[in-house]
Structures are given as C-alpha cells and as structure tokens.
C-alpha cells in the first residue's frame, strides 16, 4: 500500500526492462482496480463484510476458548464465544455500511468519506472496551487505514496490506516458477554447471523410462 508501481527516477538509458510497458516480449503493467467497489451493490458488500467478520472472529474466538483460556463451562464458552464475535462482526459491517453512506455523499473515491466510515467501528470498540480513547485512537487508526487504500487506488499505486504486488508481468516472480529459480548464495561456481537451477521438479517427479518401445528391441 502507498507503493508506486513504477520507479521514481529512471536513468538516461534504461537498460532493465521491468518497468517498460511497449516493445517486444514486454507487456503492459495493470491498472490499480478497487477491489472494495467490485464486490457489487450494498447488500454484497454488507454480506461480504458480515461473512468474514464473523470468519475471523470466530477463529480468533474459538483459539480463546480452547488453546488460551481453556474455558471448560459450556455458558461460560458461548459467552466468550459472543464477547469475540459480535463487535467484532458488527464493527465489520457497520465500517462497510458507514463507508457507504459516506461514498454516497462525498463521492465514490473520496477519501473523507473512509474517514466518515471509521467512525462506525471506532464507535463499537470503544464500547466494547469501555474506553473513549481507544475508541478515538481505533478511529484514527481505521481512518488511516482507509484512506491509504482509497489514496493508493486513486494514484494508481498498490493498494493491497498482506499481499505482494502482481500488477507487473514484466518482474520476475517466485510464484511463477518456483522449480527453476536459482536458489544459490551468490551463484559463482554454480554457473554454467548443472547446479546452476534447482533440481527439485528432479527429485518430486519420477524419472522418464524412456520411449515403451524400446522393450522390443533386441539387446546387441
């Protein structure tokens, strides 16, 4: 995120071509998409927000339960259960519907209006925790953060947290092929040996028996 996807200066003669759009064997860097407008009208995104919300608090509610207070009582255990889930969810959603309403006000990549939206669930940690200046500082928090998404996709940066950057075609990824990246230190001897590329694909694979008819084929 705020990751410009093309280098800040070049020099006079550009020489690596990883950023270079036109010409042969060189494609075109895609453009930032907003993945937040993509998921559809409002129920989806309400349904998407309410669905992964729940996802993740109830994973992180269900570790609570059995690995970190090993809660035994069952009443005990869907209480906890409820402490995670529910302001976790509705903070999840109502970030989504707050940031709707603010999208219909200020515009669809406006950055005030992720601004307006954090509102929402600062709003509903700081009532969870009993706190006011958790809820200001978790405001500001979730503030930043989208308005450094909406900022990203307007600029045509990348915009993801968690995930690298697949926009270039042009830059060589390990994602592609894993099995023939060369995985030696400086790779000095190795050159122009056999060891040059991994030879794991060797190792996982069985190896050819060759062509079947070679069988009948009397032994000289």
Request: some cysteine; glycine content about 8%.
């Amino acid at each position: 995120m705020l990751t410009p996807k093309y280098p800040i200066t070049e020099p006079h003669r550009v020489i690596y071509k990883g950023y270079v759009e036109t010409g042969e064997g060189q494609y075109p860097i895609k453009k930032t998409v907003d993945w937040v407008e993509n998921i559809g009208n409002m129920n989806q995104k309400l349904g998407f927000a309410f669905k992964w919300g729940a996802c993740w608090s109830a994973a992180f509610a269900w570790t609570d339960i059995r690995m970190i207070a090993q809660i035994k009582e069952r009443k005990a255990q869907i209480a906890r259960f409820a402490f995670w889930t529910v302001p976790i969810t509705c903070g999840a959603v109502g970030w989504m519907g707050g940031l709707e309403l603010g999208k219909s006000l200020f515009g669809r990549d406006s950055l005030t209006a992720w601004a307006v939206a954090a509102t929402v669930p600062g709003g509903i940690f700081g009532v969870w925790r009993r706190c006011p200046y958790k809820s200001l500082r978790s405001t500001v928090f979730f503030a930043l953060l989208g308005m450094a998404y909406q900022h990203s996709t307007n600029m045509n940066y990348t915009n993801f947290l968690l995930f690298p950057n697949q926009d270039n075609p042009n830059l060589p990824h390990l994602y592609k092929n894993p099995f023939m990246k060369d995985w030696s230190f400086w790779n000095i001897e190795n050159l122009g040996t056999d060891k040059e590329w991994s030879h794991l694909s060797e190792v996982v694979q069985q190896a050819d028996p060759g062509p079947s008819w070679k069988k009948w084929e009397d032994k000289e």
